[in-house]
């Protein structure tokens, strides 16, 4: 059941809630960016008092505040006016809006010797399975913005695997996305490092940033119908335990430990979807259950408000995945094929990208004809 509290905490012991994770070793970072989070302090706030140290975007977010608001329209009709129209017109809008994101975060970035304090764009969607038109996106889009803490999110998909490779050699920061399962996320790792290594054979400095973005929630929402009241909003944590297994055995292999000797980072384990799904779950059910050092968790507002008001973080995952190896039987015992269900989920989160973004190019456009 949801988790209910009988006195609501004070702002001491709310601060402590959200501050725990941090003393845990890991970093909370905020899965929303809107123009009123802006002008009206709200992530000013987030960063000072409630220990958000990095930000991540999505085309549906910039589609709700764009279709139920009026905070974009006089940019929008500026740049209708230069001729700027659909994607064009966006990345202004986006880069603009993580622009000012990324300077509120220059102190976190700064204060962690760079490991902190990020902001993601994403490419376009459209560009899921063209690998080319993604790297010389990414390259375009990071220029662009010119700001040393924003990253380019690029899809972990078979397409996008070789296109983050180029994107790290080429010194772009990534935030790969749309991984499900620790086999994509093992992918990853070995693409980001091979960008590393090209680097380090042209002479070049590893020490391009990078983090792996695991989606969680959606497991249990794919499996929701199929499985006994036993095994329900359990198979999200075990993917996450599992990959956190496999994220700390790259960070003690012999590769990434000589790379670490010639300068490189590590591509943090970011666990994100963590807004709880089921209504009959804890609303913090991710973030108290994935709680791990050298990792990022990144969330909605409402579950980091959640968090803020009643989150329980009391201990961090172990390092050899704990219980995920067997949750993950009892699911396969019971006919569930996570391989391919990482597939499909993959697909279907590429699919869902597409789909939002040409919905945000809809609402761009109905905007526009308003507005002329």
Do not use: C
Not at 108 to 129: C, F, I, M, N, Y
Not at 220 to 242: C, F, M, Q, T
Not at 292 to 319: F, I
């Amino acid at each position: 059941m949801p988790q209910s509290i009988s006195e609501p905490r004070t702002e001491e012991e709310r601060l402590l809630a959200t501050a725990r994770l941090k003393r845990l070793g890991q970093s909370l970072w905020l899965d929303d960016i809107t123009r009123e989070l802006l002008d009206r302090g709200t992530l000013a706030n987030y960063i000072e008092e409630w220990s958000i140290t990095g930000l991540t975007s999505n085309p549906t977010i910039f589609d709700h505040a764009i279709t139920h608001g009026d905070l974009y329209d006089r940019d929008i009709g500026r740049l209708l006016d230069k001729g700027l129209s659909g994607e064009a017109l966006f990345f202004e809008l986006a880069i603009s809006d993580l622009s000012r994101a990324a300077d509120l975060f220059l102190p976190v970035h700064s204060r962690t010797a760079t490991l902190d304090g990020w902001v993601s764009l994403e490419v376009s969607p459209l560009l899921a399975h063209d690998t080319q038109g993604t790297v010389a996106s990414a390259e375009a889009l990071f220029a662009k913005a010119n700001k040393p803490n924003l990253f380019i999110k690029i899809p972990g998909t078979s397409e996008g695997l070789p296109a983050i490779e180029e994107a790290i050699w080429r010194g772009v920061p990534i935030n790969v996305t749309l991984l499900f399962s620790p086999e994509q996320y093992v992918a990853a790792a070995d693409a980001y490092m091979r960008g590393l290594e090209r680097r380090v054979e042209a002479g070049l400095s590893p020490d391009v940033r990078s983090v792996a973005s695991l989606f969680v929630s959606r497991w249990d929402v794919a499996v929701a119908h199929r499985v006994p009241e036993s095994l329900k909003n359990r198979l999200g944590l075990a993917i996450g335990k599992l990959a956190y297994k496999a994220y700390r055995d790259s960070l003690d292999s012999d590769r990434w430990l000589r790379l670490v000797n010639l300068g490189a980072r590590p591509q943090r384990l970011l666990f994100a979807s963590t807004g709880t799904k089921d209504p009959a779950a804890s609303d913090t059910l991710y973030v108290d259950g994935l709680a791990a050092p050298a990792t990022v968790n990144t969330m909605p507002q409402a579950t980091l408000k959640a968090t803020a008001d009643h989150g329980a973080p009391e201990a961090v995952l172990p390092r050899g995945g704990g219980d995920g190896t067997a949750a993950l039987s009892a699911f396969e015992e019971i006919g569930i094929g996570i391989s391919a269900l990482a597939a499909q989920l993959q697909n279907e989160g590429a699919d869902a990208f597409i789909k939002s973004w040409r919905d945000l190019l809809s609402a761009i456009d109905a905007k526009s004809k308003v507005l002329t």
